[in-house]
């Protein structure tokens, strides 16, 4: 599996690469700009990203946005509904707005920080993608 990990923190961009690790390539993004970037350059090149865990406090570009702009990509593309990558808002913030929001903008998933290990895999099964580690 092909990962984009979007966190401008150190800290918990080091966390979810070890967590995710075993489960394929991970690339990091430490800016809302350059997760826009890499993802347009993983389409472009036909290897696109399978799942983007995404912070919504970022510099340059905040989550929001970008999930809105890899799904404007994607749509460009003719990759549609379910056939897009599968992202995950990981944040701090847990206000209704940020939630409804992000789900209106297409993401499949929302886990408040600090993120679990069992939690972000339990959460990335449930949206059919496969783990090679067992929780």
Do not use: H, W
């Amino acid at each position: 599996m092909k990962i984009l990990i979007v966190e401008d923190d150190f800290s918990s961009q080091q966390l979810l690469k070890k967590y995710l690790q075993l489960e394929g390539e991970s690339v990091i993004a430490d800016d809302g700009e350059k997760a826009v970037t890499l993802f347009q350059e993983a389409l472009n090149n036909q290897t696109p990203f399978e799942l983007v865990c995404l912070d919504i406090m970022l510099p340059t570009l905040d989550g929001q946005q970008v999930l809105k702009q890899i799904r404007a990509l994607e749509e460009k593309k003719g990759i549609l509904g379910l056939a897009g990558c599968k992202i995950i808002m990981l944040t701090a913030l847990r206000d209704a707005d940020n939630v409804i929001q992000a789900f209106r903008s297409q993401c499949e998933g929302y886990l408040p920080k600090p993120i679990a290990k069992e939690r972000l895999f339990k959460e990335i099964r449930s949206l059919g993608l496969p783990l090679n580690q067992k929780i």
